[in-house]
Structure formats: structure tokens, C-alpha cells
């Protein structure tokens, strides 16, 4: 990982406020108030640790879980979880507002007050019923227009943002399949029992092993030789593998690929390199063991594979696991291999990324440091769900260490995020690219969560078969 300059952070808040109709109930919510906000996207946690800063307001109404997710333009998207995807997304611009309406318990004909509902609510300019489910029903427009049109024995609640903003496609495209995957805060019984299997002595044995290598630096014969030896352990656990070469005299990334058994196009990858470099990034003769930059990281890719071959967990997606040569020269093979999916209109659902996952600062909690620049938001907000979820007790923080090869997918216009060792940056690690980057500095427990972590989200967006 080579080290680039801190960013600014600006963060970006959302007030969302609510309003009431002639005779709501003045316990629901009270004119003026705020609307709780929460940071975990699927997840009904009440902590509120960590704010992502795509998923700027949150609001659980009961059969309706709602988002505003904030990105450029003028315009936000809603995104109700909780509905069908036909009926998940829809637009409200700044100035109007989403109201979620209760239809009494009193009516006799639910059938036909809604009906009246709609026909009120569409006689509106701007205005318009989005959802329904059940009894409930989700209305957008202007605000001011919408309330004197419904009947003053709907239960309303309005929620209206300060400001939302239009997501890029390929946020949308990922808003799209979020109702296809299992919601985070509840378990799926095989990806607790395959996260639980995670071993740190099997992860030390491969980072023991390629930490062997007097160097992996990208144009070293160490890097060709640990490139054949990961070849032969993905064969090993089941899976069809091709070296994707670009350039000369580089060792090649290895792409190793099982597919899904309902959406075989559609592409779930985790990655992480495994070339090493010491103060040079041209010098072969340097020693460059690299046992946390990045040994753990190609560790956690070998233990997912075998995880889930020991397993014999089938998929619906195609999953693909992902081993990078020259990123220590700057992203040189992921950015060749994502613009090779780009340029082939792969359909990459998420690409996870692990980088430096082994090292525990001094003092510290074990920590995921989620890396908060060149990723996509909502999956970040996703993937910290799934690993509150699944890796319990462990701290979820950000981090501005940057690059990694996720920047390459993201570049490429795929969803990526990076999972990192802490909150500070690469520099933290006292061993970072030197000839004493060897295994005994690894946190055992640190690399086991931060591994576990990773299969968790590969395993919930990839979808295990369980019939």
C-alpha cells in the first residue's frame, strides 16, 4: 500500500423534521421534532458509533425502512427496504417531502378509502402514492400541497429532508439489489458457522509461507513463485483459476472464479495483493517478506476459499477471489483487470478489498478500519451491517489510509470498498514497507475479525444456496 497525503473530511448532516395531520396522535411525533437518524444501513441497531456519509437519514416506520442517500445533482432517492424491489426506489426533490400514512384501524372498507387516498393524493400536482403495504401507505410530493387533500383520519407522518441529493448509477443499480441479499442483524446460520471457522493458525501458516519469499516485489522471481503457489492452492479448493497478465517481466493476477448457480453473469470479488516491496519498488535484491502489507490480506482471500470449500457452500451469485500483483507500483494489475471487466461489461455486484489487515495499534481495541475515500458508501454502509452482524464486539471505525486496489474497481465504475487493520493510516504500522514486515507483528485476533469480516459481506452479497 503506498501512502497518500490525508483528505478532508467534511461531513454532511440531515435534518429531517416532522409534520402532523388533523387528528394524528401527538405521541407519534410531535411537530418540529427530529426524526431518529441511524448509521447502520439494514440494521436495526441502535447504535449509533459511526455515520456513513451517503446514508445521510434514516427513518424505521415500522413496515418501511426508508433512506435518502446523497451523492450529486438535485435530486435524492428513498429506498424502502422492506417492499418489493419494484416499488423500492423513487425521487423527492429538496423541497418536498416523503410522508408514510397509517390507515385507521376503524375503516370497514380498507379497499376503498385507500382507493379515495389515491385518487386525493394523484389529483395533485407533484404528488403522488409511491408504496403500499398492508394498511400503510408511502406518499411523496410537496409538502404543503399534499396535506389538506388527505382525509383528517389519516394517521400521517412527513419527513422531510434539508437536502437530498441524486445517487450515481452505480449506486442505484446497488439500491437496486439490496432487497436480493440478507439483512444485516440477522443471522444466516451458514455464514455464522463458516465466520466462525475463520482460523488464525491457518491464517499464520500462509503468511508464514509467503512471508518465505525473500521478496515478492512485482518483478521478482519470489512474486512468480507465489503466484504459482496461490495457482495451486485455489485449484485445490475447487475453484476454476486463470492468470490474467499486464505487463511484461510483472508477475500475473490471479483471478479465481466459482459460479453462481441463479445469476452466474452477476459478480461478487474480493481481492487483495500479494506482491511486497521493501524502500525500493524497482530492487528485487531488497528483502521484502511483506507479512502484513500484504500477506494478510492474500491470507484472508486463501482462508475464505478454504472456509467455504470445507464447507461446500454453493452460491447464487458468481464469486471470484482475487490476487493483485503491482500495486506497489500503483494499482498497476487490478487497474488492468477492472478495466478488463469494464471493457467486457461484467456486471460486478461488489468487490471487497483487503489490504494490511494483521496489525493492531498498541493499546487499541481490535478495530475495522473501513477506508473512506475512492469506495462506494452504500456498500460500505452495508458491509459494516454485515459485520456488526457477524463479528460481534468488533469496533467498526474509518480510516484515510489509501490506495488499494478497490480504488481500481471504483475507478472502473464498480461498487468497491477496502477493509484496513485500524483507523490511522499504513504509515501507523512501524514495519510498513521494510525487510522487517514479518509475521510476529501480526495480531492474531485483529487478522481473524478482520478476515472474518470480509467472508461475512462476500458471503451475504454472494447469497448461499440453502435449499
Keep these: 500500500m503506498a501512502p497518500i497525503p490525508k483528505k478532508l473530511c467534511v461531513v454532511l448532516h440531515i435534518v429531517a ?15 418540529g421534532q427530529d426524526v431518529d437518524l441511524w448509521a447502520v444501513v439494514l440494521s436495526n441497531s441502535s447504535s449509533r458509533g459511526a455515520a456513513y456519509s451517503s446514508w445521510e437519514f434514516r427513518g424505521d416506520f415500522g413496515m418501511f425502512d426508508l433512506y ?18 419494484a416499488t423500492s ?13 397509517e390507515i385507521p384501524k376503524s375503516v370497514h372498507d380498507p379497499e376503498s378509502y385507500i382507493e379515495n387516498v389515491r385518487k386525493l393524493v394523484t389529483s395533485q400536482k407533484s404528488v403522488w402514492v409511491t408504496a403500499q403495504v398492508g394498511s400503510t401507505l408511502i406518499i411523496a410530493g410537496d409538502l404543503w400541497k399534499i396535506s389538506p387533500s388527505l382525509p383528517k383520519t389519516l394517521t400521517t407522518i412527513a419527513v422531510s429532508p434539508s437536502e437530498v441529493v ?47 519469499y525473500h521478496s515478492r516485489l512485482s518483478t521478482s522471481g519470489g512474486a512468480v513463485e507465489a503466484e504459482a503457489w496461490i495457482t495451486g492452492e485455489m485449484i485445490r479448493y475447487g475453484y476454476q483459476v486463470e492468470t490474467f497478465p499486464f505487463r511484461d517481466n510483472f508477475s500475473s493476477v490471479v483471478v479465481a472464479t466459482k459460479t453462481g448457480s441463479k445469476y452466474p453473469d452477476q459478480l461478487v470479488i474480493a481481492g487483495a495483493h500479494y506482491d511486497s516491496r521493501a524502500r525500493s519498488t524497482t530492487d528485487p535484491s531488497q528483502r521484502a517478506p511483506g507479512a502484513d502489507d500484504n500477506g494478510s490480506g492474500s491470507s484472508a482471500m486463501l482462508e475464505i476459499a478454504r472456509v467455504l470449500a470445507e464447507n461446500d457452500v454453493e452460491f447464487e ?3 471470484m477471489l482475487c490476487f493483485f500483483s503491482g500495486e506497489e507500483q500503483g494499482l498497476l494489475g487490478s487497474r488492468a483487470y477492472a478495466k478488463h471487466l469494464a471493457d467486457q461489461g461484467a456486471d460486478v455486484v461488489a468487490m471487497f478489498n483487503a489490504d494490511m489487515i494483521g496489525y493492531k495499534l498498541p493499546g487499541t481495541e481490535v478495530t475495522l478500519g473501513m477506508k473512506d475515500r475512492y469506495i462506494s458508501d452504500w456498500l460500505l454502509a452495508a458491509a459494516n451491517g454485515y459485520s456488526l452482524t457477524y463479528v460481534p464486539g468488533v469496533k467498526v471505525g474509518s480510516s484515510s489510509s489509501c490506495c488499494s486496489d478497490h480504488q481500481s474497481f471504483t475507478e472502473n465504475g464498480f461498487p468497491a470498498i477496502g477493509f484496513f487493520e485500524n483507523t490511522g493510516s499504513a504509515s501507523d504500522y512501524p514495519h510498513y514497507h521494510s525487510e522487517t514486515d514479518l509475521p510476529q507483528y501480526i495480531d492474531k485476533d485483529n487478522f481473524v475479525a478482520l478476515t472474518q469480516a470480509v467472508l461475512a459481506s462476500v458471503m451475504s452479497f454472494a447469497v448461499p444456496v440453502t435449499d
Design 17 to 31: 423534521i416532522c409534520l402532523l395531520t388533523l387528528d394524528m396522535v401527538p405521541a407519534a411525533c410531535g411537530s
Design 68 to 85: 435518502i442517500v446523497k451523492k450529486s445533482g438535485d435530486t435524492g432517492i428513498v429506498v424502502d427496504t422492506k417492499t418489493p424491489p
Design 166 to 212: 441524486r445517487p450515481d448509477e452505480g449506486a442505484l443499480k446497488g439500491l437496486r439489489n439490496l432487497s436480493s441479499f440478507p439483512k444485516a442483524g440477522v443471522s444466516v446460520p451458514i455464514i455464522e458457522e463458516c465466520v466462525r471457522e475463520v482460523s488464525p493458525t491457518a491464517l499464520m501458516d500462509v503468511v508464514t509461507h509467503l512471508s518465505t
Design 317 to 319: 451469485y458468481t464469486h
Design 89 to 101: 426506489l423513487f425521487s423527492v426533490k429538496a423541497n418536498e417531502a416523503v410522508w408514510v400514512a
